[in-house]
């Protein structure tokens, strides 16, 4: 288990004994339990790691145009905003250490970040706000040694819509546990979108938990190209009649890379809808893994709900393994479920080839076109476009181009 010890000796943060004896009582899990089945955890078992126990210096925050708030965070703290005038009393940007911050079926990860979180910073919308213009969250982290526990809260007030765009840069660090809360009201819409390229030896262990409320919708997107394992649980409740959320999550992994999704998407109001979709590559012997739960209880008849997982093996060491699931209590329903694994598809390869495409530009021009869905999925033009670019180079590096004798 980590070593916190190093907690005791900073008196100005508030008291974490609660989370720290929840997370001792909880234990380091293990590959003989059903959520870490395959996964590398283990190895993380023997990291030796410190904490960043004092706030980084401030950044200036600079407001780009056609932007409505910059948000920086480094290390887990708030070190710089700016919110554009236009917006300044629809958009609030706060942060404290939230003690009851949690997330569902908590482990030790979860327990641990709590403790370890130096603050939440939260980013609320008022009510009826439109905010028509991206809300930007910049995270970084430079020291390869740390444990660090990033805490965002989302709020997005009754009959508001807002976007929010997030994009990991400079960071390296050992172990990072960040969480994630998304808060769409009533009749809101909240697209929020990821891009996760961090240092390679990083390893990601990540809760997203997402509320969403009658008539809201809720949109999640989250590319995955960077760490050595990343791993993210995301839940998210429909609690009100007609809500809906969008999930798209990329990621191509190299190398000893492991990506590891898990979901669960609990239909709890009537029509609600829900449509899952992830789609990952992995080239040498690196791994996917995805188990997603689409729980339809009893009292959400009229819902939709559909989950996809698709994945590309680029090399004969490369693995993946899928487990969707269905968990139904009302017929009124309609869901479906797919998952794959498969190489590149010989028919086009054979195609392009026949057509005087070089064998290696097929490939790449295919491993391209599995992502066009999911790329096309982001609402975030800027995660978007840099999604595009970071794989387009990913694979390239994945399959060079070939040497002419």
């Not at 706030?55 to 480094?74: F, N, T």
């Not at 546990?177 to 009749?187: F, I, K, M, V």
């Not at 992830?278 to 339809?296: C, E, M, P, R």
Request: contains cysteine; glycine residues 6%.
């Amino acid at each position: 288990m980590f070593d916190t010890s190093l907690l005791e000796t900073f008196e100005s943060w508030p008291d974490r004994s609660e989370a720290l004896k929840l997370a001792e009582e909880s234990g380091f899990p293990d590959t003989s339990s059903e959520q870490w089945r395959y996964s590398p955890i283990s190895e993380l078992a023997a990291l030796t790691v410190e904490l960043v126990t004092q706030r980084p210096e401030p950044v200036s925050a600079q407001l780009e145009q056609g932007c409505a708030a910059v948000i920086h965070i480094d290390s887990g703290w708030l070190v710089g905003s700016e919110v554009a005038q236009q917006y300044s009393d629809q958009i609030e940007v706060v942060a404290s250490y939230d003690a009851a911050a949690t997330c569902q079926e908590p482990d030790y990860f979860a327990h641990m970040s709590r403790a370890i979180a130096p603050e939440t910073v939260t980013i609320s919308v008022k009510d009826s706000a439109a905010v028509a213009e991206p809300i930007t969250i910049v995270t970084s982290a430079n020291k390869a040694t740390t444990l660090i526990a990033p805490s965002l809260r989302v709020r997005v007030g009754r009959g508001a819509s807002a976007h929010f765009e997030m994009v990991s840069t400079d960071i390296d660090c050992a172990v990072m546990l960040p969480t994630l809360h998304l808060e769409a009201g009533q009749d809101s819409i909240v697209d929020f979108a990821a891009i996760q390229n961090v240092g390679r030896s990083t390893n990601i262990i990540g809760r997203v938990t997402g509320n969403v409320e009658q008539s809201a919708t809720l949109n999640y997107a989250a590319v995955g190209l960077g760490a050595q394992y990343a791993r993210q649980r995301v839940d998210i409740n429909l609690t009100g009649r007609g809500s809906s959320t969008r999930v798209v999550v990329p990621s191509l992994g190299s190398q000893t890379q492991v990506s590891d999704a898990r979901l669960f998407v609990n239909h709890i109001g009537p029509d609600t809808t829900s449509d899952l979709h992830f789609k990952n590559a992995v080239a040498d012997s690196a791994g996917s893994i995805y188990t997603g739960l689409i729980h339809i209880h009893p009292e959400a008849s009229g819902s939709n709900a559909v989950q996809s997982n698709r994945n590309i093996k680029l090399g004969e060491e490369a693995w993946a393994w899928s487990v969707p699931n269905l968990e139904i209590e009302n017929n009124d329903v309609r869901c479906a479920h797919a998952s794959t694994v498969n190489t590149i598809d010989e028919e086009q390869n054979f195609y392009l080839q026949s057509r005087g495409v070089a064998p290696r530009d097929a490939e790449r021009l295919i491993v391209k076109g599995f992502y066009n869905e999911a790329l096309a999925r982001i609402q975030s033009t800027t995660v978007r476009q840099k999604a595009t670019a970071g794989i387009a180079g990913k694979i390239l590096e994945i399959l060079p181009e070939e040497e002419i004798a």
